[in-house]
């Protein structure tokens, strides 16, 4: 099972950043995905969960109304989409699963918003 995010970088506040998960080694289309962030000097936080056919999805409420969670099961990739970002949207965004009962994380993708 491979994760790798990617879409990061820095933005000014009131910006827009699109972040991918690409994934390989299991089968995609059966599996719940989800993002989470770590800010610096804090704990991990859930951000977003998108089910296996992309019909339901849930958000924190630090980013509910701002974030958008999709996925295309023929790319084999999930996106979450972020808007109206803020300054304390800055943290590492990882992307994961669970799959035969164990959890896999991607990399990171580093997403700053700064003026």
């Known amino acids: 099972v491979q994760l790798q995010a990617s879409g990061g970088g820095m933005v000014q506040p009131g910006g827009s950043l699109r972040l991918s998960c690409a994934a390989s080694?299991?089968?995609?289309?059966?599996?719940?995905l989800s993002w989470a962030r770590q800010a610096p000097g804090k704990d991990f936080e859930w951000v977003s969960t998108?089910?296996?056919?992309?019909?339901?999805?849930f958000y924190a409420d630090s980013v509910k109304g701002r974030f958008r969670i999709s996925r295309d099961n023929s790319k084999n990739t999930m996106y979450l989409q972020m808007n109206s970002l803020k300054p304390e949207d800055t943290a590492v965004y990882y992307c994961?699963?669970?799959?035969?009962?164990?959890?896999?994380w991607g990399q990171g993708t580093q997403v700053t918003v700064s003026s």
């Open positions: 998108i089910n296996s056919g992309g019909t339901s999805t």
């Open positions: 994961y699963t669970r799959v035969w009962a164990k959890n896999y």
């Open positions: 080694g299991f089968t995609f289309s059966r599996h719940w």
